[in-house]
């Protein structure tokens, strides 16, 4: 694994090479809304994506993780469906959906089932490099969902020149990158991780405790403020020093989410000593989103050795997988 996170620069600079010589063979087509299916390390991709175009996309922008779309999805719909191994079944499940209600399909996968039913019935399937566990391909999925929005006139090219400034980023930052990422590593063994982030970043905060619970092999979860601060802050009434409190902070979050963050750590400091701080780098969005995706990528595996565990194995969600296939 830690191989994988070291090539995650060089899996961006390869992605944007995917994207850019693509050929697409869908016609072009205005659209109602836009949903992406797929779930793990496939789906994450799309929800950070959903973050980015928030505030600037002209149509709803959906992300779904189950076997079933919504009902609203017709034959004005754009679905990507996102499967990095091509067989997940509940993504195989939402694709039929999809062809039955006549929607516009993308695939992203790097074969399987999925690429095969692209094949036949003659829809665009953007293939990415095979043979890594999904959760180490977030910079392959998650640029070709963007170079798909930019065929369909959804978004403009500007992500491309931040994605080049990310990996110059990461690159010139590499050393320190894994030197901060040892440490926070160690400041987590041994506590529950909880992730506070800005609304806006919330499929970040959530890609955090994914690589946590599947590399490090620990339990946690995200929360986002301000809903938070409307329920979870509450819960803030007993000591907690089992528990570490990660706030994850951008240079251009929200003024009064700023300010909210200075409040909640006051309060949650009197509960748990355990807070830590980690902010982001770079001007743009994707700049941010993959530098704290590297810097926790690293975290993640630095933990699972602290743990003496192996990041690599997944044995409980293949054991999910078989006795599925029994059914």
């Given amino acids: 694994m830690k191989q994988l996170v070291l090539d995650f620069p060089s899996q961006l600079h390869e992605a944007l090479i995917i994207g850019q010589s693509y050929r697409f063979i869908s016609q072009k087509k205005e659209f109602s809304n836009v949903i992406l299916t797929g779930l793990g390390g496939s789906g994450i991709g799309?929800?950070?994506v959903q973050n980015y175009v928030s505030g600037t996309i002209a149509v709803p922008f959906g992300v779904n993780k189950d076997y079933f779309?919504?009902?609203?999805?017709?034959?004005?719909?754009?679905v990507i469906v996102s499967s990095y191994s091509g067989d997940t079944e509940e993504?195989?499940?939402a694709m039929q959906q999809a062809l039955k209600a006549?929607?516009?399909v993308v695939c992203i996968t790097s074969g399987g089932k999925i690429s095969e039913m692209a094949r036949r019935k003659k829809l665009d399937c953007i293939l990415v490099p095979a043979g890594m566990p999904p959760r180490s391909c977030i910079g392959y999925s998650s640029i070709q969902v963007l170079y798909t929005l930019r065929y369909f006139g959804l978004i403009n090219d500007e992500f491309i020149r931040n994605s080049k400034a990310a990996i110059k980023l990461l690159r010139a930052d590499e050393k320190a990158i894994q030197k901060k990422a040892l440490s926070?590593?160690?400041?987590l063994n041994g506590k529950l991780p909880i992730i506070y982030a800005a609304a806006h970043f919330e499929g970040l905060a959530t890609r955090i405790r994914q690589q946590l619970n599947e590399n490090s092999k620990v339990l946690g979860w995200e929360r986002v403020i301000p809903e938070m601060n409307h329920n979870e802050?509450?819960?803030?009434?007993?000591?907690?020093?089992?528990?570490?409190?990660?706030?994850?902070?951008?240079?251009?979050?929200?003024e009064r989410v700023t300010i909210r963050m200075g409040i909640n750590k006051k309060v949650i400091r009197k509960y748990t000593s355990n807070i830590i701080d980690?902010?982001?780098?770079g001007k743009s969005y994707w700049e941010k989103v993959f530098y704290i995706?590297?810097?926790?990528?690293?975290?993640?595996?630095?933990?699972?050795?602290?743990?003496?565990q192996d990041a690599m194995e997944v044995k409980v969600i293949d054991f999910l997988k078989d006795s599925l296939a029994k059914q």
Avoid: E
Wanted: glycine share 4%; net charge positive; aromatic share 10%.
């Fill in 278 to 281: 980690i902010h982001s780098k």
């Fill in 233 to 254: 802050l509450v819960g803030w009434k007993d000591k907690a020093n089992d528990k570490a409190v990660i706030f994850i902070h951008n240079d251009d979050d929200f």
């Fill in 184 to 187: 926070l590593a160690k400041a």
């Fill in 69 to 78: 779309l919504p009902a609203y999805v017709n034959k004005d719909s754009l």
């Fill in 46 to 48: 799309g929800s950070i």
């Fill in 102 to 104: 006549k929607a516009t």
């Fill in 293 to 308: 995706i590297h810097l926790t990528d690293w975290v993640s595996v630095y933990l699972a050795d602290i743990r003496k």
């Fill in 91 to 93: 993504t195989i499940h």
